[in-house]
């Protein structure tokens, strides 16, 4: 069964490596042109750290198949960072988005909540004619060795649909060098989501940092709606994409698993 219909809870050995929120528009040009000193001072009290890098697209290809064929370098875009004084939270902005990530998902009331205010604030400063894409992303990455099912194969504890051959009894995930679903899903007539599932190493960034040899499980649902869509809409929206993030999640993994994450009512 790909969705269920089990109640949400709350997670105490919750998996979730990040939540990423974003909402992109038509780009506005004094982001970037003019420093945010207005939004920064309407989100200041909530994060007070401030910081600001240019982001560097990847080249493009333009002309491909003619004689005019070129590698273009689009203009770098600055990103504007806000971050919570415990560095677990962190607004982005530029000219084309704004989205709220963190490291420490401690539900989804709370999580809106600390959107509410910014969003809010960006939509007054900036009167966004709309927005093209709003998107709700949930990384989970699930360690059999923090979840004490070190001795469990994945097909105990992934729902069979996301785990391609992996889901057969005679097929050794040892043996698997390489081994994941991608999933495109229509969920509604506005909804969308592209998945990501299957096994891997995470890597350490720093050189210098020992790496974790445990495969885990990823599983990274990108939920999002796309067109012009009313800014006094958007947290209908939100809700509507979280709405389908549970059912979707809950349809990915086992009892077995849902068990070992420790389920307690959501209140």
Not at 53 to 80: H, W
Not at 170 to 183: I, W
Request: hydrophobic fraction near 35%; include cysteine.
């Amino acid at each position: 069964m790909l969705y269920s219909d089990h109640p949400r809870v709350h997670y105490n050995k919750s998996q979730l490596a990040e939540v990423i929120c974003q909402f992109r528009f038509p780009t506005i040009l004094s982001i970037g042109t003019n420093d945010p000193t207005d939004f920064q001072e309407a989100v200041r009290s909530a994060f007070p750290q401030y910081a600001v890098r240019k982001d560097q697209p990847r080249p493009r290809v333009v002309g491909l198949g003619t004689s005019e064929a070129k590698v273009e370098v689009p203009q770098a875009i600055t990103n504007y960072h806000f971050v919570s004084a415990d560095g677990r939270w962190k607004l982005n902005l530029t000219n084309t988005f704004i989205s709220l990530s963190t490291i420490a998902y401690p539900g989804w009331e709370e999580f809106g909540k600390r959107f509410d205010l910014p969003l809010a604030q960006f939509i007054r400063i900036y009167q966004p004619a709309y927005f093209e894409r709003i998107g709700l992303r949930y990384t989970n990455i699930f360690s059999r060795k923090a979840l004490d099912l070190e001795d469990e194969p994945w097909r105990e504890l992934i729902a069979a649909p996301y785990l391609g051959v992996l889901a057969s009894e005679d097929v050794d995930e040892r043996s698997a060098r390489k081994c994941s679903v991608e999933v495109e899903l229509s969920l509604d007539s506005t909804c969308h989501v592209n998945l990501h599932a299957g096994p891997g190493m995470i890597k350490t960034n720093r050189p210098d940092a020992p790496q974790d040899p445990e495969v885990k499980f990823i599983f990274d649902m990108d939920l999002f709606m796309g067109g012009q869509l009313d800014p006094r809409f958007a947290a209908a929206g939100l809700e509507t994409l979280h709405g389908h993030s549970t059912s979707l999640f809950q349809g990915a993994i086992t009892d077995r698993l849902h068990t070992a994450l420790e389920p307690q009512s959501s209140t």
